[in-house]
C-alpha cells in the first residue's frame, strides 16, 4: 500500500471558523496519530500561530505558513540533508517576498486606486480580534506577518484593486480574509515539501482538506481532494476540480467525517 500523507489547511476546515475549536475532529486526529500518518498545516495563518496549534495538537510535522509563503521542517525530520535556511529549530524554505516589501506594495496600490481597503498593518490587535473572532493574544500572533498582508474592503469589494495587484507583478488569494502576497500559493509549496517525504518513502499517496479558494491550488495536487462545507451551509462554489469530495458538515465536524471515509477506503483497498 501507498504511504499516506494528510495536509490540511486550519481556518474553516481542521478548526471552525468562529469558534476556533477543532474538538469535532478529534476521533479522526486519533486516528491518524495511530496510524503514523503525517499530518501536514498548510494555512493562511502566520507561523507563530501555527505554532500555537502544533503544539494543541502535538503534531511534530513541517508546516506551510501564509499561503505557501513559507515552508519550515523540523531539523533532522527527514533523514538526508534539506537545502534549507536554518531558522531557530526549522528549515525554512522561503517562496514569498518579505512582508515589509508586501505592506508597502499594498499602502502604493490603495492610494493609487483610492480604494478603501484596510490591511493587518493598519489594524492593533484589538482590531484584528474584533474583525476575526480571536482573542486578543491570538490577534497579536495573527499580526506578526513574514509573506503576506490580510485585508478587507471597507466597502463592496473592488474587482479592479485586485487586478492591479496582478498588474503589479503581486497575487492575492480569499479564505476568510483576503490577502496580497508574491507569486506562490499553497500547491507550489506542498509539491516541494511532496518531493522531500518521496525521496524518503516512495510513492505517496495524498489527501487534501480546505474550504475556501486559496486551497485551490493545494486541492488540484491531491489524489483525494476535499472541500469542507461553510458554516452557512454552502461549499466555495469557485472550487471545481474532479474525484472533489464535498462534506455535508461544516469545519472541523466535515473534517473529521472526510478522514475517517477516506481512510477506511483507502486502508480497505478500495
Known sequence: MKKILIVTDLDGTLIDSRSYSFTAARPALKLIRELKIPLIFCSSKSRAEIEVYRKKLKNHHPFISEN???????????SFPVNAERHGEY???????????IRNQFMALREKMEVKVKGFGDMNAKEIARLTGLT?????LAGKRDFAEPFIFQDETDAAFLQSIEQA??????????????????GQAF??????????????QT???????????LLKRMDHPVLIRHENGHHDTRIKIP????TESSGSAGWNEAVMFLLKEILSGN
Open 68 to 78: 505557501g509563503g513559507g515552508i519550515f521542517i523540523p531539523h533532522e525530520y527527514f
Open 91 to 101: 528549515n525554512r524554505i522561503i517562496l514569498g517576498r518579505p512582508y515589509d516589501e
Open 136 to 140: 486578543t493574544t491570538e490577534a497579536v
Open 169 to 186: 507583478g503581486l497575487h492575492w488569494t480569499q479564505g476568510l480574509l483576503y490577502h496580497i502576497m508574491g507569486n506562490h500559493d499553497k
Open 191 to 204: 509539491d516541494m515539501l511532496k518531493a522531500f517525504y518521496q525521496q524518503a518513502g516512495g510513492i505517496l
Open 207 to 217: 489527501i487534501g482538506l480546505g474550504d475556501s479558494l486559496n486551497d485551490l491550488p
Open 243 to 246: 474525484a472533489l469530495l464535498k
